[in-house]
């Protein structure tokens, strides 16, 4: 499958729509028990704050995945997706005060490539702090 945009109505420096993307304690919760990953960095304040964080974090691969919800959305399709990559950069504190932390992306079409693919560049950022680096995404148009 590939995406519901078309190659041909991208321009380099194309936005696609931000997005906004709320996480609590049980966010984290419920993404440990999806994922299997039980580190306690990431429901249990005592041990994150023994071990040098500030506070509970949110897992790597979550953030990675909530970030790419705004390329996913904009192509129609998430198999069009067909390279993804980041650096951690910041991990996303989560406090426990019934808020929690937002995570905030924007992309651009970064680039045209070859066989109606671009390459998607994201920014993702949590209280005003980057929080993935090298973030790039190669997809698939129509």
């Not at 919760?29 to 039980?38: E, L, P």
């Not at 650096?87 to 995570?103: L, M, Q």
């Not at 924007?106 to 950022?125: E, G, M, P, S």
């Amino acid at each position: 499958m590939t995406a519901k945009i078309a190659y041909d109505e991208v321009e380099v420096g194309t936005e696609l729509p931000a997005g906004s993307f709320p996480v609590t304690r049980a966010t984290l919760v419920q993404y440990a028990g999806a994922s299997g990953d039980f580190n306690p960095i990431h429901w249990n304040e005592k041990f994150a704050v023994e071990v040098g964080l500030p506070d509970v974090i949110a897992h790597g691969m979550f953030t990675m995945a909530e970030a790419i919800r705004v390329v996913t959305d904009w192509a129609g399709d998430p198999a069009a997706v067909v390279e993804y990559g980041v650096r951690f950069t910041k991990p996303v504190v989560v406090p426990n005060d019934g808020t929690g932390a937002v995570i905030e992306v924007a992309a651009k079409v970064a680039a045209k490539l070859d066989d109606r693919r671009v390459r998607v560049d994201l920014t993702a950022t949590c209280a005003g702090q980057k929080v993935l680096g090298m973030s790039r995404a190669v997809v698939q148009l129509g």
